[in-house]
């Protein structure tokens, strides 16, 4: 399998359904977590799991569809994805998990892991859980947000970015930040936030970086 970045597909042999996905840095890589998740029986794609469990590793063929730069891989899967149709993919927005329920396994792993980190630093752990859940911190942060509000702030940022029109290259596409917010269930706000972080893309997966801006 090749260390390139690109889109790929995994193929149950019996029954032809596939499953399309991309690696923004190597895909031999992606493959081999694939099939490690597959094989412990935690993988995120529960009919793709179910499929597995029912046929067998040796069932499955994984296989290259096209190698491409990086930060376009995303882009093409969505081509892919809509070319394909494929059965196994339950989100159809590329680099998004939106609508995917992970299966009790792998939530049960991912709160042992977070029991884990409390037991050895639990004074890290108490601040972050007083932060969050104390009164104070509560008002803050409404205090905070009203008071954005009441200058107008966001509001002003979103029109202004409005009024200009401005598209950014995104995994190969010219995006608006209201289209942004869209694909990638986004506050419009939290988009332009991100737009001047330099973390335009798919922030969803792994924050991309900014490919280029224009008017």
Known sequence: MCDSAGVYTI???PTGKQYVGSAGRSMRIRFNRHRSLLSKGIHHCAPLQNAW???GADAFTFAPVLICHGDLAVFYEQLTIDALNPR????RTAGSRRGVKMPAEW??????????????NPQKFERLVMKAKTPSARRKQAE???????????DKAVEACRAKAA???VHGRMLTVRE??????????????RIYRGEVGDALAAPARRIGRHK
């Open 180 to 193: 942004i917010s869209e694909i990638y269930d986004l506050k419009e706000i939290t988009v332009f936030t």
């Open 88 to 91: 196994f993919n339950v989100a």
């Open 107 to 120: 939530r049960a792993q991912q709160a042992e892991r977070a029991r884990q980190q409390a037991q050895e």
């Open 167 to 169: 598209r950014y290259l």
């Open 11 to 13: 193929t149950c042999r």
């Open 53 to 55: 469990n029912k046929y």
């Open 144 to 154: 905070r947000m009203r008071a954005q509000r009441a200058a107008g702030l966001g």
